[in-house]
């Protein structure tokens, strides 16, 4: 289990106090009765990180993980470009060199858009509205009569 933030300024405030790792122990004992001591490398690496780095927190965050070559600036700008020019262009023939999945992490996690597919519809006619209408008033007999039978 982790330590928690005021457990690892403990440990490195007693240690620079006392320079000793066995006091550093006894008064975490004293101090945080309901979790073990720590033992000599975590209060070792604890202080050692504070030394290096001026801090001894988690510093995993935002520094793990495998680094993005793909989603710089100048590649999302290749995108943007792209897409404005070309607004129903294919992600898996992009024409651009990218994957598919690249281009679409692009689009969606850096510039903040959402593909879609157009549908094309048949334009409505003035002949049409007699139908529309003729269709609806039926659906909504018919929902009547549903309802009379409950």
């Known amino acids: 289990m982790q330590l928690t933030k005021e457990q690892r300024i403990f440990i490195v405030v007693n240690f620079l106090d ?22 000599k490398v975590t209060i070792w690496k604890n202080v050692r990180k504070y030394k290096t780095e001026g801090t001894s927190l988690n ?37 651009l060199g990218k994957s598919k999945c690249i281009f679409n992490r692009i689009v969606k996690l850096e510039l903040k858009w959402h593909p879609y597919k157009t549908h094309v519809r048949r334009k409505l006619l003035d002949t049409d509205l007699p139908r529309r209408l003729n269709f609806a008033q039926w659906f909504l007999q018919k929902m009547i009569d549903s309802l009379k039978t409950l």
């Not at 590649?75 to 023939?93: D, W």
């Open 59 to 95: 510093l995993n965050k935002g520094r793990s993980g495998r680094k993005s070559t793909e989603r710089v600036p100048k590649n999302v700008e290749i995108v943007r470009q792209a897409l404005l020019a070309n607004p129903s262009i294919s992600s898996r023939k992009n024409g």
């Open 18 to 39: 006392s320079n000793s790792i066995q006091h550093v122990q006894e008064l975490f004992q004293e101090c945080f009765p309901e979790r073990n001591s720590p033992s």
